[in-house]
Structures are given as structure tokens and as C-alpha cells.
């Protein structure tokens, strides 16, 4: 192991902490889990900003990453929604866009070309507003706060960046698959 291995490393463990997550929510010690949650969501700050600073990016980690990222908030939507605190019309939307994503990204580079995609702005605030979304639910388990209409403007809000960001995606390399052709 070198050095420029940590951030794929941290990659890891928040791979790993994906299933306790899943199992602290489901058996409801939501303060156990939004703190679990808290550390995954720096282990991602931190292995990007060391993977920056440092130099230490590389292809795989690039992949990794958002995979974890996706992973773990998938793994929080879904069973947000099972034990009933999240939407299923909420969790379905995020699922929808997400696959719409990894099938166009597939269809793109077998079709047409090797690309190496890189986030949209509207993918980064999504991605943000669905973390505040999961830290919000679980933390007004622990201690209630929210009152049903900023609930209510949270999921909007998700929902709204959810659509657009799905959207976004599809509308440039869309583009870009035509003007290819």
C-alpha cells in the first residue's frame, strides 16, 4: 500500500459502512445511524480533498467514489422508504434518474465512445440536497424539529434537483450523441 491508496481506501470503508447503516435504521436507532451517516458523508469530503491536494487521483478511484456515493445514499433512500419515513414516489424518482444515468453512460460509450464522465453543477447541488434530505429525516427521529411543511419543502426541493439534474444529463449527451452521428 502507498500512500496515494488512502482516498481509495476511505472510498472503502465507506463502502462498508453502508450495511450497518442499513441495519441501525431498520432496527430504528436513528441516532446511531445519522452518526454513521455524518461519517461517511466526511470520509467523502475527505478522501476527494486528499486525492486533489495531494495528486493522488487515478481512474479507478475516479469510478470508486461516486460509486460509494451512490451506494450508500441508494442504500438510505430505499430504506427511508420502507420503514416509511421518505416518499416511495421520492425514492422511485432517485432510482429512475440514476439508472437513466448509468444506462445512457453505457449506451454512450459502447455506441459512440470511451467517455470519462464528470459531474454536472446540478448533479453536485443534487447530490447535496438528497445528503440534507437523508440527514434531515433521521435526524428529526432522534430529536424532532421539522415541522411537516419544511418536510415538505425538502422533498420538493430533492425532487425538483432530482428531475433537473436527470434531465441535464440526458439533454448534453444527447446533444452530443447527435452531433457525433
Known amino acids: 500500500m502507498q500512500a496515494r491508496d488512502i482516498p481509495n481506501l476511505i472510498s472503502f470503508a465507506r463502502i462498508a459502512l453502508v450495511p450497518p447503516i442499513v441495519l441501525v435504521l431498520l432496527g430504528g436507532d436513528y441516532a446511531l445511524a445519522l452518526w454513521l451517516f455524518l461519517i461517511a458523508g466526511v470520509s467523502d469530503g475527505l478522501d476527494g480533498f486528499l486525492a486533489k491536494h495531494f495528486g493522488w487521483q487515478s481512474e479507478f478511484g475516479g469510478k470508486l467514489d461516486p460509486a460509494a456515493d451512490k451506494l450508500l445514499l441508494l442504500s438510505c433512500y430505499f430504506v427511508l422508504g420502507w420503514i416509511g419515513l421518505l416518499p416511495w414516489w421520492l425514492v422511485g424518482l432517485v432510482f429512475l434518474r440514476d ?10 460509450n459502447r455506441r459512440i465512445q470511451r467517455i ?3 459531474p454536472m453543477l446540478i448533479s453536485k447541488v443534487n447530490t447535496f440536497m438528497q445528503i440534507v434530505l437523508v440527514l434531515a429525516v433521521v435526524a428529526n427521529q432522534v430529536r424532532p424539529f421539522l415541522d411537516a411543511g419544511l418536510l415538505l419543502a425538502l422533498l420538493v426541493v430533492v425532487a425538483v434537483t432530482t428531475v433537473w439534474s436527470g434531465v441535464a444529463y440526458v439533454g448534453y449527451w444527447g446533444k452530443r450523441a447527435v452531433r457525433h452521428d
Request: glycine share 8%.
Open 99 to 108: 439508472i437513466v444515468i448509468v444506462v445512457g453512460w453505457i449506451a454512450y
Open 116 to 118: 470519462s464522465a464528470q
